[in-house]
């Protein structure tokens, strides 16, 4: 069994800065990319920011140059750097992992339970 957990939501002040993690634990034989997404109320889930296993990054366009994602394999440990905070980034960020949970088994997108983090205006 995999799981996910983030942690590191917070209520913060417009302009400010939060870091979230998300820690990967249980049968893990390898963990392909990781990334995270967000949901604000009454929106879809969207992508932040996506980090591969050899560190290859994506990010969306509206918080480019404001957070970082970075990862530590050997904790099979995700970040998520955020300056700049903005009101509207109000949402639930959510860890997502492809994961494999042993050698020869498929990967499989597994998600995080979230954690909130509130902008002030």
């Known amino acids: 069994q995999v799981q996910l957990v983030e942690s590191g939501g917070d209520l913060v002040q417009a302009g400010g800065s939060l870091r979230l993690s998300c820690a990967a634990s249980?049968?893990?034989?390898?963990?392909?990319?990781m990334g995270w997404y967000r949901q604000a109320p009454g929106k879809q889930r969207e992508l932040v920011a996506t980090i591969t296993s050899g560190g290859g990054t994506n990010y969306a366009d509206s918080v480019k140059g404001r957070f970082t994602i970075s990862r530590d394999n050997a904790k099979n440990t995700v970040y998520l750097q955020m300056n700049s905070l903005k009101p509207d980034e109000t949402a639930v960020y959510y860890c997502?992992?492809?994961?494999?949970?042993?050698?020869?088994?498929?990967?499989?997108?597994?998600w995080g339970q979230g954690t909130q983090v509130t902008v002030s205006s």
């Open positions: 249980g049968s893990i034989f390898s963990i392909n990319a």
């Open positions: 997502n992992g492809i994961i494999s949970a042993s050698r020869g088994s498929y990967f499989r997108q597994y």
